[in-house]
């Protein structure tokens, strides 16, 4: 038996990255799961590898999340696949790491699209179905959403506006009575293909140092916590924080 067994799950940016891994990791934990990315191609590619294994337990969608008229078909779609929504993950996002005076407006405008409009259509939209019959929503956040990162403007702004947000739909939808738990994982310092494109080995022993454990995240870590915060384990949880940082925010 899986943890996930008989849920439903759309993760967003699922075509790579800590998405696609989350992908993987739910399915294997028994879930069905809608690949939602604006990578049509790489989305249709991941789809038909996983459903080797996972057959038809896993299907694909070409989402821009800031759409909103993509994220009603993206949901209407699942539940004419799967007949149900249990579980979304907000994990497509954008990084653009400027300074203040670097950056342009236009480099705030998108990060705020990507970042916060697309997890906003998204939470509005299955909250809608979900209501119901209950479900959790993960908004994939980030240490810059936590401290301010002096040369991430864009990206921090639009990861501390995530997390706030996703602290007021938890409370509006436990008020409400509707049995939907809203949290955020924020990641920090995790071995993703992105990061390793970014800095040498060099560049990344020096990260190490600035991590209280000493090592880096694996895009496991940050999957575990997903799949915890999409299981009925954490039906008592919702609008948290769970800082996967190796305790960086914890000596700020």
Same mark, same amino acid.
């Given at each position: 038996?899986?943890?996930?067994?008989?849920?439903?799950?759309?993760?967003?940016?699922?075509?790579?990255?800590?998405?696609?891994?989350?992908?993987?990791?739910?399915?294997?934990?028994?879930?069905?799961?809608?690949?939602?990315?604006?990578?049509?191609?790489?989305?249709?590619?991941?789809?038909?590898?996983?459903?080797?294994?996972?057959?038809d337990k896993?299907?694909?969608?070409?989402?821009?999340?800031?759409?909103?008229?993509?994220?009603?078909?993206?949901?209407?779609?699942?539940?004419?696949?799967?007949?149900?929504?249990?579980?979304?993950?907000?994990?497509?996002?954008?990084?653009?790491?400027?300074?203040?005076?670097?950056?342009?407006?236009?480099?705030?405008?998108?990060?705020?699209?990507?970042?916060?409009?697309?997890?906003?259509?998204g939470?509005?939209a299955?909250?809608?179905?979900?209501?119901s019959?209950?479900?959790?929503?993960?908004?994939?956040?980030?240490?810059? !959403? #936590?401290?301010?990162?002096? @040369?991430?403007?864009?990206?921090? /702004?639009?990861?501390?506006?995530?997390? &706030?947000? %996703?602290?007021?739909?938890?409370?509006?939808?436990?008020?409400?009575?509707?049995?939907?738990?809203?949290n955020?994982?924020?990641?920090?310092?995790?071995?993703?293909?992105?990061?390793? !494109? #970014?800095?040498?080995?060099? @560049?990344?022993?020096?990260?190490? /140092?600035?991590?209280?454990?000493?090592? &880096?995240? %694996?895009?496991?870590?940050?999957?575990q916590?997903?799949?915890?915060?999409?299981?009925?384990?954490?039906?008592?949880?919702?609008?948290?924080d769970?800082?996967?940082?190796?305790?960086?925010?914890?000596?700020?």
């Amino acid at each position: 038996m899986g943890r996930l067994d008989s849920k439903v799950a759309i993760i967003t940016g699922g075509a790579s990255g800590l998405g696609k891994h989350a992908v993987s990791m739910m399915l294997a934990e028994g879930a069905k799961v809608v690949i939602a990315d604006l990578n049509d191609d790489l989305g249709r590619k991941v789809c038909d590898e996983l459903s080797r294994q996972f057959q038809d337990k896993v299907h694909f969608v070409k989402l821009d999340v800031t759409d909103e008229r993509m994220w009603q078909q993206t949901i209407d779609e699942t539940i004419s696949k799967f007949d149900q929504i249990d579980i979304l993950v907000n994990s497509a996002g954008i990084s653009i790491s400027k300074n203040i005076e670097a950056m342009s407006l236009e480099d705030l405008r998108k990060s705020l699209a990507i970042n916060v409009e697309g997890p906003y259509l998204g939470m509005k939209a299955v909250i809608e179905v979900m209501k119901s019959h209950g479900g959790s929503i993960i908004n994939i956040g980030s240490m810059a !959403g #936590v401290v301010g990162l002096s @040369q991430a403007m864009p990206y921090s /702004t639009s990861k501390g506006a995530l997390r &706030l947000m %996703t602290k007021s739909v938890a409370v509006y939808c436990a008020k409400q009575g509707y049995n939907i738990r809203v949290n955020t994982v924020n990641p920090a310092y995790i071995r993703t293909p992105m990061l390793e !494109g #970014v800095y040498n080995d060099e @560049q990344i022993e020096g990260l190490k /140092t600035l991590i209280p454990l000493g090592k &880096l995240g %694996t895009m496991a870590d940050v999957s575990q916590a997903i799949v915890y915060l999409s299981s009925d384990e954490s039906s008592f949880i919702t609008g948290v924080d769970i800082n996967i940082d190796g305790g960086v925010n914890a000596g700020k």
